[in-house]
């Protein structure tokens, strides 16, 4: 029950926000602090519960179960439950969604109360994916959480904002609309094998199909997921939309929408279809490699600075696809420690980069050098920031890549080695972007404002999570740990020859549970 | 006739005196509101009057009618997008200068001829009551004689459907011909004794029927009068195109091809795969290239026509329910849209410019908001029926492994949602300075607010809890 209320809260939330913008600008963002922080504090207080040190190990997949009957005619129940995996998404979802309200607490001047209406039913649309157990609710969900980002995008966005949220609106869409197809196809197989026709994950899972209805299936699947992820070559809607998205807008389809894609392939992809995406694992990998050089070099050539943040993103995912590939216990946990440091530190950079926006009116880097001389605080947080996007030790990203990549090399050699360029380049880009944006002689003389409290504190908090993150990751992955394991278990039952894919040469490596504390 | 025949026709035999009564009425004082508020009586009557005739455990009434529930649902279905015209019509035909008593004859006549086409299981009664749907909506096309496009529609119509109907009649001649009746159930079961030259002979005849039946579905290739015909009838009237007329022959093409077994003859099968992968990508991509609202509709149904041919091929279990299910959405989607366009139509024109509706959500809210979520129903977003109502369609095509035309679907829709967010971005846009008058200010009467905020509370209810209705379809069509 606490599940739907979960959800019910920041629906009602955004309702209540929009009502109250007809007569004022303030409430709306009052209501949405408000709301988000309410269900924050109710989130940390179910972790702490059922994931904290003192409680007990959980003895069923899921912690929190509700489901009820919905469309019984086919088969279609209100089922929700949460795991260590989805809270640790819907805490970052939360979290995310108190940024994008403070961050956009002055640059949103219109439309205030719709803004908030569409930024709260976004995030409870995407907490709704990270719950729903039910495919066809996961849909709903999936489908929901579209037309609130349209709009976002659409009516607060930059100079080019129709062409993006319209591109952005029919590739998700048509991703989308495969991924039903290929839901009502495993509906219709199961039903057919076994005469229960139900769209309940746990009853699906391990329908036995044919080879290729699997393979069709499971592309069906991934159409969706690649398209939200990005897999090059479904990126094209992820820089126009990054670039043209209000700040609040970029942190929330950085941050939560491409985890809602990576979270899908983790949750549905491979557990439904374990052979077939085995089979898949090396052209899946491939892709993910080449969008890991193709994105880090692409955000190298950029000159506008919002976009070259928009495809550091796409060669970061990429590691999650080669993680969730991969898929040993190393790697997915560096995919699960890359969604959410990458979701910290791109949405810390998408704040920066709107608040410097919002002072220079400009997003070409050509027009930026010397910002450091006038806005030290500024420069500083950015470094930082860029630093951990790159990687450095110590911050979250690093134990994330680091993981994907020492799991990998398990099961693909060579994909390992060539991800691992994929390092290289992003430190040149990171560095590339505080070389020219902030070092250098200030050639057009700009006098900016600093920092002020509100986004001080806004990147203050982000930074001190990434170090949490970076320095103690063990408290982080010990909730994803037993959903992985969990996941990991339904895998194995079904392809028993799994331990004998790893290559006989490769190491073993077998590392004591304490060894990421420093 | 029986006397139990007479009561199963009750629904019918009041809707035929009721525009009897109108013109008795007009003959002894001409009262606008007299004759609206008989109109009214006579549906809410008719409808009354349908679980009388449920009762009854003998439905066929002669061989032309079978009362049965499959006829009676969507009786009802019709008669309750009757009333909801007459809700609709009342204040923009007021506005209008003349007198508009006739109007009402006009809408019941063509609710009957729509009815008896849902009931008909007979050539006989097919053509009858396509004939008084057909003429009735000549008239009503070009009910506003003023209009120089409302002519012109009523004469494309007229031609159009007057050479479908040629077409019609020949294909029923030439099935008659080989197989001795005009009975579909006789159809059905003599249809397997014909030798392949016979065959030859009938499947040419149900081939020139569905010509006749496509003309009225406005399904691609037979779609042309539909997009003139929308822009240029007024707005209630193209209502009642898109609901009740094609909505009564869809039901029969359900009943007679069903009945028939259409799927036992690949080359039927064929056709009607074709004209439905033409109607959906014919009908989407066409309606990229409008600006006026009418058209894009217009258009529009015609892609959800092929939407529903893909479940009607299926015809698996989940097919009927399907199908019906989605003229619902559709009928209530369908409703509310052209309901906001009649409330922000004034005695000019029509407001059918994609210009009118520039910063509609600035001036009027909520008319913006119930033509947002009517266009996202159309569009199968979720929390409005039209996302349970495609679902439903997808699951009733994969089903059958319909896989090729389910894709299609899919694809399709993807195009659709172009020019639905099209109108929908309009409306959010500040509205321009050289934005064209709408001549009237664009508040709803309270007759039009009920049927709009009907139709909203009917289309996120659909969205979010049909299990109630599904729940009843398949137990009311069996």
């Keep these: 029950m606490i599940l739907t209320w979960l959800i019910v809260e920041i629906f009602a939330g955004g309702i209540l926000a929009w009502i109250s913008g007809r007569w004022s600008r303030l409430w709306p963002r009052i209501i949405s602090l408000v709301t988000l922080s309410v269900h924050m504090v109710v989130m940390i207080v179910l972790w702490v519960h059922y994931f904290g040190p003192m409680s007990p190990a959980p003895h069923s997949a899921f912690v929190i179960e509700t489901s009820h009957s919905w469309i019984p005619q086919l088969g279609i129940s209100y089922h929700l439950a949460m795991d260590g995996l989805s809270m640790l998404l819907i805490l970052l979802t939360n979290f995310l969604g108190i940024m994008a309200v403070a961050c956009s607490w002055n640059a949103i001047q219109e439309r205030v109360g719709f803004f908030h209406f569409n930024l709260l039913w976004i995030v409870a649309s995407i907490m709704g994916v990270f719950l729903a157990i039910d495919l066809f609710l996961f849909y709903f969900f999936w489908e929901l959480m579209l037309v609130p980002l349209y709009f976002l995008i659409g009516f607060w966005g930059y100079e080019n904002r129709t062409y993006a949220s319209i591109k952005f609106f029919i590739f998700t869409q048509a991703g989308g609309l495969l991924m039903l197809v290929a839901i009502l196809g495993l509906f219709f197989v199961h039903g057919n094998a076994t005469g229960v026709y139900t769209f309940n994950y746990n009853e699906l899972l391990g329908t036995p199909m044919s080879e290729s209805t699997a393979r069709w299936l499971m592309l069906g699947f991934f159409a969706a997921f690649a398209v939200k992820l990005p897999v090059v070559p479904l990126h094209t809607w992820l820089p126009d939309a990054h670039t043209q998205a209000p700040t609040a807008g970029s942190v929330d389809l950085a941050g939560l929408v491409l985890k809602v894609g990576a979270y899908g392939m983790i949750r549905f992809l491979v557990p439904l279809f374990p052979e077939a995406a085995l089979d898949f694992s090396s052209v899946a990998m491939g892709l993910a490699v080449v969008g890991i050089l193709y994105g880090a070099v692409l955000a190298f050539a950029q000159t506008d600075i919002k976009r070259l943040v928009a495809y550091t993103s796409i060669s970061h995912m990429g590691f999650v696809l080669l993680g969730i590939f991969a898929w040993n216990e190393l790697a997915l946990e560096g995919a699960v420690m890359i969604m959410l440091a990458h979701a910290m530190t791109t949405g810390a950079l998408f704040i920066l980069v709107g608040d410097l926006h919002g002072r220079i009116h400009t997003r070409d880097m050509g027009r930026m050098g010397g910002l450091w001389q006038t806005a030290p605080r500024m420069g500083g947080v950015a470094l930082f920031f860029a630093v951990a996007s790159l990687g450095l030790p110590g911050l979250g990203n690093f134990v994330g890549e680091f993981l994907v990549v020492l799991g990998t090399y398990q099961s693909n050699t060579t994909m390992a080695v060539v991800a691992t360029l994929g390092l290289i380049v992003s430190v040149v880009y990171s560095l590339w972007m505080i070389q020219v944006a902030f070092h250098g002689p200030n050639q057009h003389a700009w006098k900016l404002p600093d920092l002020n409290l509100r986004e001080g504190a806004i990147m203050a908090t982000m930074a001190a999570i990434i170090l949490w993150f970076g320095l103690y990751p063990q408290s982080i992955l010990a909730t994803a740990r037993q959903s992985i394991t969990n996941l990991q278990q339904i895998v194995a039952t079904t392809r028993p020859e799994e331990k004998t894919q790893a290559p006989v040469d490769a190491p073993n490596v077998v590392l004591p549970d304490e060894w990421e504390a420093p | ?478």
Excluded at chain 2, 299 to 308: E, M, R, T, W
């Design chain 2, 1 to 478: 006739m029986t006397r139990t025949g007479w009561i199963d026709i009750l629904p019918l035999i009041v809707l035929a005196a009721t525009p009897v009564a109108v013109m008795l009425a007009i003959a002894v004082r001409r009262n606008y509101f007299v004759s609206t508020a008989i109109t009214f009586g006579g549906l809410v009557a008719a409808f009354v009057m349908l679980p009388v005739v449920s009762a009854q455990s003998d439905r066929q009434a002669t061989a032309l009618l079978l009362m049965d529930n499959f006829a009676l649902f969507y009786m009802g279905l019709l008669f309750a997008a009757g009333l909801t015209l007459v809700l609709l019509s009342y204040r923009y035909l007021k506005a209008h200068p003349g007198n508009h008593e006739e109007y009402w004859i006009l809408l019941l006549l063509a609710t009957l001829g729509s009815a008896v086409l849902v009931a008909s299981v007979h050539f006989a009664s097919f053509f009858l009551g396509l004939e008084i749907l057909s003429i009735s909506l000549y008239t009503l096309i070009g009910y506003n004689r003023m209009s120089a496009i409302g002519v012109e529609a009523a004469i494309k119509y007229l031609v159009l459907a007057a050479a479908s109907t040629a077409f019609l009649l020949f294909g029923m001649a030439l099935v008659y011909g080989e197989i001795g009746s005009m009975e579909f159930a006789q159809i059905a079961s003599a249809r397997g004794a014909l030798d392949d030259g016979q065959r030859v002979f009938f499947l040419s005849g149900l081939g020139l029927m569905t010509v006749g039946i496509g003309y009225k579905l406005a399904v691609v290739p037979f779609h042309m009068w539909a997009p003139d015909v929308y822009q240029g009838a007024p707005a209630p009237v193209t209502t009642l195109i898109a609901t009740i007329s094609k909505g009564g022959m869809f039901a029969l093409l359900l009943r007679f091809f069903t009945q028939i077994d259409f799927r036992a003859d690949d080359s039927l099968f064929w056709v009607f795969s074709v004209v439905a992968i033409a109607s959906m990508v014919g009908g989407n991509l066409l309606a990229l290239l409008q600006d006026n609202i009418k058209r894009i509709l217009a258009y529009s149904s015609i892609a959800h026509f092929g939407y529903l041919l893909v479940a009607f091929l299926a015809a698996g279990d989940l097919a009927v329910t399907a199908v019906t299910f989605y003229l619902i959405v559709y009928f209530v989607a369908t409703t509310g849209a052209f309901g906001v366009i009649t409330v922000l139509s004034g005695p000019d024109r029509d407001a059918d410019h994609i210009d009118d509706y520039r910063g509609l959500f600035w001036s009027r809210p909520l008319l913006a908001s119930v033509l947002t979520g009517m266009l996202l129903s159309l569009a199968g977003i979720p929390l409005t029926g039209g996302f349970i109502g495609k679902f439903y369609l997808v699951a009733a095509g994969a089903q059958t492994s319909l896989w090729a035309l389910i894709i299609i679907l899919v694809a399709t829709s993807v195009i659709a949602l172009f020019y639905y967010l099209r109108i929908i971005v309009a409306m959010y846009l500040h509205p321009s300075e050289e934005r064209r008058d709408v001549s009237v200010p664009g508040v709803a009467s309270p007759t039009e607010g009920f049927v709009l905020l009907t139709a909203s509370v009917l289309a996120v209810w659909l969205g979010i809890y049909p299990a109630a209705l599904l729940h009843i379809i398949p137990a009311a069509i069996r």
